[in-house]
């Protein structure tokens, strides 16, 4: 939105591109004659910026924590089936619960982080998230998976929550949209590993040292949050007001049409994705009759894809393309290969054997890499005065909408990639209708854009 002359304090800390936030807020004072003037930062933002790297690394574990939670279990899903005697479409709503627990637990721990700090939210829920991945391991029945599955997503949404608030507090404009490729690059390592871990897993031992695993990490990534991630959000700059108020100011984001544009685009093109994290474990493995090994392979394949178009966007067209014309061409992407799966497994083409459709699922999930991190970034672009409930709603929404997603992907059986096609179609075509009808990018310029210009355009 254009500057319209307002003071820094009237953009509620709306600050220019490449600049940091912590560079926004110093007041100058005067040094000796000709010396630079000293200047004088927040100290958490500071002390957060002065160990860039390593912040980088831990909000990319945080970041990269629920796709381990949910893909290194994936190619065990077979195993859960014939080890607990459920049906696929039960043992899939172990999936959905987690997806259920991230989707809800932002909610409640985005308007938290805006009260009481970034830190205290993010330990509590990473100690409650390595007490009940343990429980996991040692769940007897399906039904109490499903259980703990649920407290661990609710337990997981606080690092998903956080580390984009902790993002929008260091960052604005174009460097935020690039850090948050950064991030991609950092957590698209877990989808490739995760899968082939999950695999060298099961050779060893059973699905239930999957769990094990994830309890080890979640243990060490606590530890590393308590020791090095500083706070990033001052308390003046906290709201002090409770549910009431959280509930006022998320009214106030879903009333802003062209957040929410982002928001449900965002949310639709994950439910897509995650349509293909939760069925092709049985479509790769029981219909085209691949092993865990060789579907763990063409998993890590799809993901660096994805990581690889998300850092063509960020170290090449952020800055120099518009933003929303690579959003909306990632969402064409999509939509054309959603289109292309249907067609392939609905018998169009004739048999089609997995060659393809592999190579149109890589389509896909690379086109992630340019709709995911633009629409992250345009929607908190917006939300300066609210990260955390902000960042809580594009989670929530992405989570819930995948939700729905995930179980429909197996009501007809195992037998067929068809519902798995239609949802990703019908979720791209939704994506690609949010965008249109409510951001409408033809009709002005996204903050974004404006901030890539240089100086004095």
Same mark, same amino acid.
């Given at each position: ?15 220019? !591109? ?108 990473? @100690? ?87 309890? @080890? ?25 409770? @549910? ?58 799809? !993901? ?84 955390? !409930? ?18 429909? @992907? ?48």
């Amino acid at each position: 939105m254009p500057d319209g002359g307002q003071t820094t304090e009237g953009r509620k800390g709306h600050i220019p !591109s490449g600049r940091r936030l912590s560079e926004e807020v110093p007041a100058q004072r005067p040094g000796p004659a000709g010396a630079p003037s000293a200047t004088h930062t927040t100290p958490p933002v500071a002390a957060a910026r002065g160990v860039g790297l390593l912040v980088t690394l831990v909000l990319g574990g945080l970041t990269a924590l629920p796709p381990l939670s949910m893909d290194m279990y994936l190619p065990a899903l077979p195993e859960v089936t014939r080890a607990l005697n459920s049906p696929a479409a039960t043992v899939q709503i172990t999936l959905t619960a987690c997806l259920t627990g991230m989707a809800l637990g932002q909610i409640v721990v985005g308007p938290m982080s805006d009260k009481w700090g970034r830190r205290k939210p993010l330990l509590l829920g990473m @100690v409650v998230y390595v007490l009940a991945t343990a429980i996991c391991a040692l769940a007897p029945t399906t039904e109490l998976l499903i259980g703990f599955r649920l407290l661990q997503g609710l337990a997981g949404a606080a690092g998903i929550v956080i580390s984009r608030a902790v993002v929008r507090d260091l960052y604005d404009g174009v460097e935020m949209a690039r850090f948050f490729s950064t991030l991609m690059l950092i957590s698209g390592v877990a989808p490739v590993i995760a899968p082939v871990l999950g695999g060298q897993v099961l050779r060893l031992t059973d699905w239930r040292g999957i769990f094990v695993v994830l309890t @080890v990490i979640g243990a060490l990534l606590t530890l590393v949050v308590w020791k090095f991630l500083h706070e990033t959000l001052p308390p003046e700059k906290r709201h002090s007001g409770g @549910v009431g108020e959280a509930l006022r100011t998320m009214r106030g984001l879903v009333a802003d049409r062209v957040f929410t544009g982002y928001m449900l685009a965002g949310g639709l093109a994950f439910a897509a994705l995650f349509a293909y994290v939760s069925a092709s474990p049985f479509v790769v493995q029981e219909i085209y009759g691949a092993s865990p090994q060789t579907f763990s392979l063409l998993f890590g394949v799809n !993901s660096i894809g994805l990581i690889a178009v998300g850092q063509i966007n960020g170290k090449v067209l952020v800055g120099r393309v518009s933003m929303d014309r690579v959003l909306g061409f990632g969402l064409v992407v999509i939509t054309l290969a959603g289109l292309a799966l249907l067609l392939m497994t609905s018998g169009v083409f004739g048999t089609v054997g997995l060659f393809p459709v592999a190579a149109a699922l890589f389509v896909l999930m690379s086109a992630m890499g340019l709709a995911m991190p633009n629409t992250n970034a345009q929607a908190l672009m917006r939300t300066p005065h609210a990260a955390g !409930s902000a960042s809580a709603l594009i989670g929530t929404s992405s989570f819930l909408i995948g939700a729905i997603a995930s179980p429909l @992907v197996g009501i007809a059986g195992e037998e067929t990639a068809v519902p798995m096609a239609v949802v990703q179609l019908v979720c791209a075509v939704g994506a690609v209708a949010c965008f249109l009808g409510l951001v409408r990018p033809w009709q002005h310029q996204r903050p974004m854009e404006q901030h890539a210009q240089p100086a004095g355009a």
